[in-house]
């Protein structure tokens, strides 16, 4: 028989506030980690979208290159670009979660070139270049709206911009990062696939490699890149190229 524990309600209320107590000390802690690793994080997503604008005409003067290259086409730059209709909110990034794990689709460099392709978000600036727009913000209703600039020639912003659809600005956006996710889920898919037959196969070979797990298979066709290393070697390659044509004009 269990031996029936009887418990004050003195030391009962005693016992349940240093249980609460313990669990809102976590719950703070928590809290004030999440504050902290928030600030640290937007700070470096503004550096990065700082120098994403400030050396816009460099990437620009790359266009096919980053295209052509997936480690360059791939750079996540979802922090330089927002916009919102009402409450519509035009994703630069999502989270496909299952349960406790998921992956997450960001708005690469390749999409977010390919929005600027579109007259919508294009600016004649004062210099004479093209400015691109970068932040719209509408009302669903009156079809007002109001954009925000960058000008990669003589790195001015241009602000106000005004009586253009919100809609057009959201479904370009939209439709730009959907086709991102679909190629993800999709790229995903086939590799799983292509996984899984690979391992079959060396399930025949009783040498085989304990590694060659399907899941371990699953990797990007080329390394990650940042927008700091595409900077980089954008840089040294132009400083190369300038070198080799001083070469030649000596
Ligand atoms: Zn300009």
Redesign the pocket.
């Known amino acids: 028989m269990s031996k029936v524990i009887r418990e004050g309600f003195a030391q009962f209320s005693k016992r349940q506030q240093e249980g609460v107590s313990l669990v809102t000390d976590a719950i703070n802690q928590e809290d004030s980690e999440q504050k902290v690793y928030s600030e640290w994080l937007e700070k470096r997503l503004d550096r990065k979208r700082k120098l994403l604008y400030q050396e816009l005409d460099l990437i620009l003067r790359h266009k096919s290159e980053v295209l052509a290259t997936p480690r360059y086409a791939d750079i996540d730059v979802h922090y330089a670009f927002s916009g919102f209709v009402g409450y519509a909110r035009a994703s630069t990034r999502r989270d496909l979660s299952l349960g406790s794990s998921w992956a997450v689709v960001n708005l690469s460099l390749a999409s977010l070139l390919k929005i600027w392709e579109e007259e919508h978000f294009q600016v004649k600036?004062?210099?004479?270049?093209t400015?691109y727009i970068y932040k719209f913000g509408g009302m669903p209703g009156s079809g007002a709206s109001y954009a925000s600039a960058f000008?990669p020639?003589?790195k001015?912003e241009i602000h106000n911009i005004r009586n253009r659809s919100p809609w057009k600005y959201y479904h370009i956006a939209t439709d730009a990062f959907t086709a991102e996710v679909t190629r993800f889920v999709e790229n995903f898919l086939d590799k799983w696939k292509i996984a899984n037959e690979k391992y079959q196969e060396n399930l025949k070979d009783e040498h085989r490699n304990p590694r060659t797990q399907p899941v371990n298979m699953l990797r990007g066709d080329a390394a990650p890149c940042c927008i700091e290393t595409l900077i980089q070697e954008l840089r040294l390659k132009e400083f190369g190229e300038s070198t080799k044509e001083a070469n030649h004009d000596s």
């Open positions: 600036c004062d210099c004479g270049g400015a000008c020639h003589c001015q």
